[in-house]
Each structure stands twice: as C-alpha cells, then as structure tokens.
C-alpha cells in the first residue's frame, strides 16, 4: 500500500461534478473505483456480493479513521492511514462474510464469540476447545496495569478478565445454535495446548450433550421450513427512504457498508436539529426563547467536529442568524408544542416496523394538529421523499396518542430556504402501505436493483460512480 499511495494522491483534487471533497481519503476510494470501472455484476463466479461486501468494509474503516483525522492536512493523514491499515487495522477489520445488519451471503458464517452476540444459526461448531485457548490464558507482555496502577482504578479486577467471565462467554457461544452444536477438541503442538478445556470436560455432564455423534435417520431428512412465514423487517425511516429512493443505493450504503466521504460542513444540520430541541422543549415548560438568545443557544450546541477554522468561522454566523430568525418567525407560536424530538415506532403493514424521531408536533390556532420537520441542509432529500416521511410520522402520531393529524409542515432554516404546508394526503396515507409491503419484500428477498436510468436521485448520489456510468 505504501509504495501505491503517492500516486493516488494525485487524484486529491475537487471535482465540481462530485458531491463530495475529493482531497479526503473516502472521495479517493470511490474515485479508484470508478476509476476502474468496478461492477458488481462484471465479476465472475457469482462473487459480486461478497467482493463488494469487502470492499464496503474496507470503506467503514476508511471512514472511521478519517471521522478522527480529517482535520490534518492530506498529505499527513493519508501517510498515517497507510501505517494504520498495515499495522492496525487487521485487528479489527477483518475480512469476513458476517452479518450486516439485514442480511446475510448464501455461505457459513466465521465469526468470534463476541460477533455473535445477538444472533442465531441452526447448527453451531464450536473449535479449539483447549485449555490456555478457551478459557484463554492471560496474555504476557506490558499491559495497561504496568503503567496505571490497578488501585487507581475503581473495580479494577473487571478489566483482568476471569474464568467467570470467560465461562458467561462460553455460555453465549453455545446458546447461538438453534438446534445443532458440536465442540470440538484437538490438541495442538504447543504445551499448554495439549490439554482439554475445563469447559469441554464438563460438557458431557449435561444429559442431553452427546459424546458420540448420531447416525442420519434411516426415515431421512425433514423438508426444512422458515421459523416464520414473514421475516420481520426493522429499519429506521432513514434507512427506508433510500429503499424508496433508490434500491440498489440501499444495498450498497446498508447491506454492504459503503460510507460516504465526510463534508466540513457534517454537525451543522445537526446542531440546529437540537437547537430546536431544547428551545421546544423549554417552550412545553412554559419557557419562551427570545431571539436575543441565538447566540448562547448556538454556543451550547454547535458542533463542527470536521470543519476547518474558515468553515467555522462561516458557519457559526449562519447558524446563530438561522436561529434567531426562526425565534423572530415563530416565537409567538412556541406555546403550541406538543411533543418535540418524539420518538416513534410505526407499523404501517404488518411484519414492518419503522422507527423514527418527530421533529415537532404543535397544536395550531385552528385547533388542528400539525407534524413538522425541520431542513437545513443544501442536500436535503427530495420533496416526495419528505411528504412519504411526515405521513410516516402522521401514523406514528396516531399510534402515540390515538388522534388524527391534521397538516404537515416543513420549516426550512436556511436564509434562501422554502417552508411548505400541506394537509394530510389520504391518497399518500393509502399508498404507505403499499410502497413499505413492496420495500420490505423486496429486502427480505435481496431484490434491491438500481434504477433504469439517470435521474436526480443519481446526480447527488456517492455512489454512483460504482453503480453506472456518470451522465455530465
């Protein structure tokens, strides 16, 4: 990698057509492969999932290193990131076909103990069950209590390990079988891995652990049948805007864990969100902001982890000006908040749960029930997009409080921004239904194609240069 590394460089330069920077080392990724002409489809033996499965980790950790040091300069933090990837990273990245959150590649899972945790398989193999393995022996070498001393730590003797917690691991690992679990003993040529595991030994103390495996059944095999008819389908409205947006940039986002390259600009939108927040909720308590607080609510909530000191010094202007303009327009009406930064859980058919967070929901001065989301971001989603997740949230209201909504409301608070007010469409409301079915079928079967040509969506997506050719 570090010989290959300069020459990619020379790719660090913005690209007006991009939506993104391309000097950060996410923007050089995806640059590479488009570069290159990389398509799932084009590689051979049907491997295309799990290449790109691969490749989407590798751009998770690409994006975990560079949320720490994108503030250096490029030069410096892609020459830290070489080292990182060669000494660092195989510890914690590695290549594996595990779960992905939605789904999982025809093929055995490999995973440690701790991968595992919250999953099940029908049949599990458990290996190695030596002694010095599992339970492991404590590691030699410095460690952490070599130069902090244990005595400073309250409850130190949790951070050792113990047989105890080793034994709670163990235990986790055999419960992840759903029918089948063999464990396994063989030793090995180093002499503390002769012997057997203390746990191994005492398996066969369970009566219903064999110690000798059984002969098929000469009756032959059952017909094998899913546990459910109809996987449950969770996702957070976030997640399901793309499926509705895009399919196929779902699965490369979600399944396979592309991450988009970090913009200076990443908290702002944030920041005002919970700006909002506080000021509703201060409101419901009888505690009106006044627009001479801007700046103090800016001051506590402004957050720019990624921004340079001239981003900074851009954009904590535009946003005490967004507050205080906002506090200008609708202070008069801040008595009305309801509900604000309201969790919901939405199951709009069933075998589909949607969650999300409302933004506001204020009672107005016609007595009618409004649904508000706040935007401030140049790369907002698309109007359709916006209307599809208000009446999401008008469904969500309904199973909170048993009421109706009556309007849903869009408050941009950017200075050139549109507001938009629209009563509650019934078609809209009739067509969710339909449009989730077909969304959670479609993961539940992997159906997730991208779209037939070049439309808006493509022209602002990440990912387009590793799904079709750029339009200019």
Not at 226 to 235: D, K, L, Q, S
Not at 280 to 305: M, S, Y
Not at 398 to 406: K, N, Q, T, V
Request: overall charge negative; hydrophobic content about 35%.
């Amino acid at each position: 990698m570090g010989g290959g590394l300069p020459v990619l460089t020379t790719a660090m330069r913005w690209d007006a057509s991009k939506p993104w920077d391309s000097t950060t080392l996410q923007g050089v990724f995806l640059d590479f492969l488009e570069a290159v002409g990389l398509r799932e489809e084009h590689i051979p033996r049907e491997r295309g999932e799990l290449v790109y499965y691969n490749l989407g980790r590798f751009s998770t950790a690409i994006g975990d290193f560079e949320r720490i040091h994108l503030t250096s300069e490029p030069q410096q933090r892609f020459d830290a990131f070489a080292k990182w990837v060669e000494y660092q990273a195989p510890d914690y990245y590695e290549e594996s076909d595990g779960d992905n959150g939605y789904a999982q590649p025809n093929a055995v899972v490999i995973a440690t103990v701790h991968q595992a945790k919250g999953m099940q398989w029908p049949a599990v193999f458990l290996p190695a069950l030596r002694k010095n393995t599992f339970p492991s022996s404590g590691r030699g070498g410095l460690g952490v209590f070599h130069i902090v001393e244990d005595t400073l730590i309250p409850g130190s003797a949790r951070y050792r390990g113990t047989v105890a917690d080793e034994r709670r691991l163990f235990y986790v690992a055999i419960t992840r079988a759903q029918k089948y679990l063999a464990i396994t003993f063989a030793p090995n040529d180093k002499r503390t891995g002769k012997k057997r595991s203390d746990f191994f030994n005492e398996a066969p103390q369970v009566h219903t652990v064999l110690t000798r495996e059984v002969a098929p059944s000469p009756e032959g095999r059952l017909e094998p049948t899913p546990r459910r008819g109809t996987p449950e389908v969770v996702m957070s409205f976030s997640d399901m805007k793309y499926l509705f947006e895009c399919p196929y940039s779902f699965k490369l986002r979600l399944l396979y864990g592309f991450d988009s390259p970090l913009q200076k600009e990443l908290g702002y939108g944030k920041s005002l969100h919970d700006v909002m927040a506080e000021t509703h909720k201060r409101a419901i308590e009888g505690d009106i902001a006044r627009p001479e607080e801007a700046e103090d609510l800016v001051d506590r909530h402004l957050n720019l982890p990624f921004a340079n000191k001239a981003a900074a010094d851009q954009l904590r202007p535009a946003a005490e000006e967004a507050v205080r303009r906002y506090l200008q327009r609708h202070g008069a009406t801040l008595h009305q908040t309801r509900y604000s930064e309201q969790p919901v859980e939405i199951h709009p058919v069933p075998g589909v749960t949607v969650t999300g967070r409302v933004d506001l929901i204020k009672r107005l001065d016609t007595n009618e029930t409004s649904v508000v989301d706040f935007k401030s971001s140049e790369r907002a989603q698309a109007e359709d997009l916006t209307r599809d997740q208000l009446h999401l949230y008008v469904l969500g209201y309904r199973e909170l409080s048993g009421e109706a909504a009556d309007v849903v409301e869009v408050l941009n608070l950017d200075k050139a921004g549109r507001d938009v007010r629209e009563l509650v469409d019934p078609d809209v409301m009739n067509s969710l239904g339909e449009r989730v079915t077909d969304a959670a079928d479609a993961l539940r079967t992997n159906r997730l194609p991208r779209l037939n040509t070049w439309c808006s969506s493509c022209s602002t997506c990440d990912f387009v240069g590793i799904c079709r050719t750029r339009e200019n």
